[in-house]
């Protein structure tokens, strides 16, 4: 991940002298390859460079038309660029063109509708100095972060938040109702930050600035393919074909290229199959594999990254989690205005990302992805209902719950079909599975401040995802903008920039996302097992031993032990959203007590029934506030 920002001035007046430099001052984590600036009267942008693909290296990333005086900033990196460059013909562009340069000659061509040509992972910014427009967008599934603010008639917009916080000299006024979700773990909003006055453009979303006024509108709605009448063979075949072009794009880079290695599904499947692409000369990067160790614990893999080490005939690198350092989080804080990362997180990227930095390599594949797109559901069974197949629907049924008997698997299908055609409440079920309306208030909250924080009204006014006619397909809709996706995610694509290094998702490829909203839902869960399209086309690829695994690691030990560092230097009741009445302690402490037993006991079998993570957001919010919410 670069970086990039800028600011307009909507009321012509030209850009305050030594802006800019205060914006990059503000922003020294990111930018290893150095900060390109470009000022122009009452526009100004800038872009904060970290180099990963060949065409980037050496480039410089902010290009301008020196005829229309047409400028962009891009953050990000694009998929499909062959097709690009023949659909724009000959002209300025060349092969060796930079993505930003591309991306400006498609605006030039095609207008506000080229963002529907492109295919990537991006942010982008374009200044059009003869309309005094600016228009900003971000990419479908959005893993290149763009806030922005309008401060009287001066917009500016930015990756990261202390561009615009402490670049800007902005009051730091704070939003309870965004804090609220947050602490609550019911987290909705899509647009909202921790602080008044600066907002999140959402994911597959644009804004354009315009005579003093911002304007928002969601351009990625599809289209998607509807593959309910395909064959599974051709499922397999389909995803294959596009599985492999998305490791290809994502293996392109200026330098050799990494992948996490956990020994999941997921991950394993990206780093099996990029070899096997390898050597059959589709590609010509050769992937090295880290995999985090927590030697004795319950969430190490290594038997499971064992069998791909043999299976691919190569040795990962072994990366030992870091116990979690509170003192370092609350610098992280103060250096970046981010939340800090999750302990579980933080000890494993922040290991990961600065063994990378020590080895030259910038790019780093994960598996990310493949839970959200191809663990499937009984989401399409309405559909299979409302189509009249009720024999296929039958067969699902029958073998998706083995330890019931047949009447009581029927009841259940039926239930799981008919229920969302006629009850409101468990069609919000499917739609928005991240936010149950019928349940009462979290204990942990306290009602009053809940009431002033206008929680409820928050909730109830949660994005409803768009209409399909496939209830399935409007449910795997909402994986391109979970909304709680850039509090868990945004501090963790910094730290790794911070260290001159690119997370990048295969499983996230528009085109394979394209496919997979449309995917047969029997074809994802069969027989009681998620992932069964992706089990069928890694037949060959994977160790048989991970290929039919159907466990997960339980990361619980790293996040209780990182919790317990914290609560040793700041008790639940010194906290500050305790302190200040937002959250109950009593109920926080019981459940670190609980949690704390079952960590002591090492019974990975007995998971205490109370919530934990809203003990982690409670201490995230207080080294937050503490560090940067009034710094």
Not at 271 to 291: D, F, N, W, Y
Not at 305 to 330: K, R, T, Y
Not at 521 to 549: D, F, Q, Y
């Amino acid at each position: 991940m670069s970086g990039i920002a800028g600011v307009i001035n909507g009321n012509g007046a030209p850009i305050a002298s030594g802006l800019l430099d205060a914006m990059v001052a503000a922003t020294g984590h990111i930018g290893i390859d150095g900060v390109k600036r470009l000022e122009r009267d009452t526009a100004g942008l800038i872009r904060f460079e970290l180099a990963t693909t060949p065409e980037a290296v050496g480039q410089f990333q902010i290009a301008e038309d020196t005829d229309s005086g047409l400028a962009i900033v891009f953050d990000g990196r694009l998929d499909n660029r062959a097709d690009l460059l023949t659909t724009l013909g000959s002209g300025k562009l060349g092969s060796k063109a930079t993505d930003c340069a591309i991306v400006l000659a498609a605006f030039q061509k095609m207008g506000d509708e080229f963002l529907n040509h492109l295919v990537g992972d991006y942010a982008l910014a374009i200044w059009n100095p003869a309309r005094r427009r600016l228009i900003c967008a971000r990419s479908p599934v959005g893993w290149r972060p763009l806030l922005w603010t309008l401060q009287h008639s001066r917009f500016a917009f930015a990756t990261e938040p202390a561009t615009l916080v402490r670049g800007l000299e902005l009051e730091r006024q704070l939003n309870e109702g965004a804090i609220g979700e947050h602490l609550s773990a019911r987290f909705v909003t899509e647009t909202d930050t921790f602080w008044d006055g600066v907002f999140r453009l959402p994911p597959g979303h644009a804004l354009s600035f315009e005579k003093g006024a911002v304007r928002t509108w969601q351009w990625h709605i599809g289209p998607f393919e509807d593959n309910m009448a395909m064959s599974d063979a051709d499922h397999v075949s389909r995803f294959q074909e596009l599985f492999d072009q998305a490791l290809v794009a994502t293996l392109r880079s200026a330098g050799p290229v990494a992948a996490h290695l956990s020994g999941g599904l997921d991950s394993s499947t990206v780093v099996c199959r990029s070899h096997q692409l390898v050597a059959i000369g589709k590609t010509p990067e050769m992937v090295s594999a880290l995999s985090v160790r927590f030697p004795g614990e319950i969430c190490d893999e290594g038997e499971w990254i064992a069998a791909v080490e043999a299976q691919c005939g190569i040795e990962s690198e072994a990366i030992h989690g870091a116990p979690f350092d509170p003192g370092a989080m609350a610098q992280w804080c103060r250096q970046t205005l981010h939340l800090p990362l999750r302990p579980n997180t933080a000890g494993t990227i922040m290991a990961t990302s600065d063994r990378l930095r020590d080895r030259g390599i910038r790019v780093l594949l994960t598996g990310e992805g493949g839970d959200d797109w191809l663990n499937g559901s009984f989401g399409h069974w309405p559909d299979l209902l409302m189509a009249g197949h009720l024999a296929k629907l039958v067969r699902e049924g029958l073998s998706s719950f083995p330890q019931m008997s047949v009447m009581q698997s029927l009841r259940s299908t039926l239930s799981q079909s008919i229920g969302p055609l006629v009850s409101k409440r468990r069609r919000e079920r499917i739609l928005r599975p991240h936010l149950d309306f019928s349940a009462a208030l979290p204990s942990w909250i306290n009602p009053d401040w809940a009431a002033h924080a206008g929680l409820a009204e928050r909730w109830q006014a949660a994005p409803q995802p768009p209409r399909f006619d496939s209830i399935a397909m409007a449910k795997r809709h909402h994986v391109y903008s979970v909304a709680r996706r850039h509090v868990n995610i945004d501090n963790v694509l910094c730290y790794a920039a911070s260290r001159g290094v690119e997370l990048r998702h295969p499983f996230h490829d528009l085109r394979l996302t394209h496919f997979l909203m449309g995917a047969a839902g029997g074809m994802l869960r069969r027989h009681g097992k998620t992932k069964h399209l992706l089990r069928e086309a890694m037949r060959g690829t994977l160790p048989e031993v991970i290929r039919s695994r159907t466990t997960k690691a339980n990361i619980s030990a790293p996040i209780i032990d990182g919790v317990t560092a914290s609560l040793c230097e700041r008790p639940i009741k010194e906290l500050e959203c305790v302190k200040r009445g937002w959250v109950n302690a009593s109920v926080l402490e019981k459940a670190q007590a609980e949690h704390v037993e079952w960590r002591n006991a090492d019974d990975a079998n007995n998971i205490p029934s109370a919530p934990y993570a809203p003990v982690w957001n409670a201490i995230a919010m207080d080294m937050w506030l503490e560090n940067a919410a009034c710094q």
